[in-house]
């Protein structure tokens, strides 16, 4: 059956919203010929957006011919502003930005173990408000925040988990109550994969599983395009995982024993202490990633860099920070081959601060190793995005959240839905 004019308005206009996203700012005749539709639909449709308050006029071609068709059409960038929070056990870190993903204001605040829950919450709050009230985007349209822990994938709301600070949980419901906005939540790896598939070591990778590496470890699966929550939201909850060389099994409530044993931070200090490797963290960054990093700089390697990185101390120049690298790529194919012979995902992303600490030199032994365990070809990438990957993941969910309601028709003939 025939779309109704409406719906098929809709429709064009969906596909024109996502080209402005995707390329920037076009012109009618680039709109004509990316879309296919015919001159004087692209007409109406620029009309309808420009009415909507979606679409201006930005700037003209380099064209000597000027006029109508030289006009360049993008997105209003201000239409709506965001936030994204990515919420770790020992800080807090903020971003603010434009409907387009600009960054208009960021901060980070460390918060103690020992401050108690209202303070921790109350100071998380602040933050977010003072970012906004600097890029002056008050009142936010929506906003992601990536946490550790699960979250429950029927309410879409951060579950009690052991070993986690109790204002996590209780920070959510506070923005909730005191923001007009939409708050969002999700798991921080899972925000982590979506960022690395969208911007970073799996653009374009419709099945895939990212390994985060960072003060612990977790897994994100990404299958066929789409992420894999699991029936309680515990999917890729890996560092539970029994490993061969620990003193002990995991249990309903530690993961001690797991693969969070070998492949934790805690575990990749007690490591690096075996072989003489040392290096100076920089605050909030787990001090797994500095010996990484000065390992991989002692082989001669080029790990990437990551912004306010603590000073490294010089690595053995012998042979102990390979022996290092290869021990501990040994302890991270263990986990890789358990997700390979489960999933076959064919790439796996060494993601947190980490595995992109490690960069492609970890990455080749894991690889290396993996292929000695598993018969099935598996990639082993490191992550781009480093610790940035959480909170570029939760602005993506909060960018997407916006743009669903302010694109979504208000009526049967007008705007689009993206």
Known sequence: MAASPSTARAINDRLALRLLQREGPLTAGQ???????????????????????????????????????????GIVADRAHLAALDVRTDSVSVVVADLLGKTLAEAVLPIGSDTATEAAVERAVVLLER??????????????????????????????????????????AVLQERLPARVLVENETNLAALAEQRLGAARDQDTFVLLWLGHGVGAA?????????????????????????????????????GFHTLAGSAGV????????????????????????????RAVGGAPAAEAGAGEDAPADEG???????????????????????????GRIVLAGEAGHAGG???????????????????????????????????????????????????DESRAPVL
Do not use: C
């Open 269 to 296: 200090v007690e490591l690096a202490g075996r072989y003489g490797v040392s290096a100076v963290p920089a605050p909030q960054e787990p001090p797994s990633a500095a010996l990484v990093r000065a390992a991989v």
């Open 31 to 73: 709109l004509k010929t990316l879309t296919g539709l015919s001159r004087p639909t692209v007409a109406d449709l620029v009309e309808r957006l420009q009415d909507s308050g979606l679409v201006e006029v930005v700037g003209e071609t380099g064209d000597r011919r000027r006029g109508p068709n030289a006009r360049l059409y």
């Open 221 to 257: 699966v990404v299958l066929d395009g789409k992420l894999r929550r699991g029936a309680s939201g515990g999917a890729g909850e890996i560092g539970f995982l029994p490993m061969p060389g620990t003193s002990r099994l995991p249990s309903a409530v530690s993961s001690d024993g």
């Open 319 to 345: 042979g102990s920070a390979a022996a290092f690298l290869d021990d501990l790529a040994e302890r991270l194919a263990l986990g890789a081959a358990a997700v390979s012979a489960v999933l076959d995902p």
């Open 131 to 172: 970012t906004a009230g600097k890029a002056g985007t008050v009142p936010l349209h929506s906003v992601g925040i990536g946490a550790p822990g699960l979250v429950d994938p029927v309410t879409g709301e951060l579950r009690d988990s052991s070993g986690l600070p109790a204002w996590h949980r209780r920070l959510v």
């Open 360 to 410: 492609e030199v970890l990455a080749a032994r894991v690889e290396d190793r993996l292929a000695t365990m598993s018969p099935l070809r598996t990639e082993v990438r490191a992550g781009a995005l480093g610790g940035a990957a959480v909170l570029r993941g939760a602005l993506l969910t909060a960018r997407e959240a916006a743009q669903d309601e302010l694109f979504a028709p208000h």
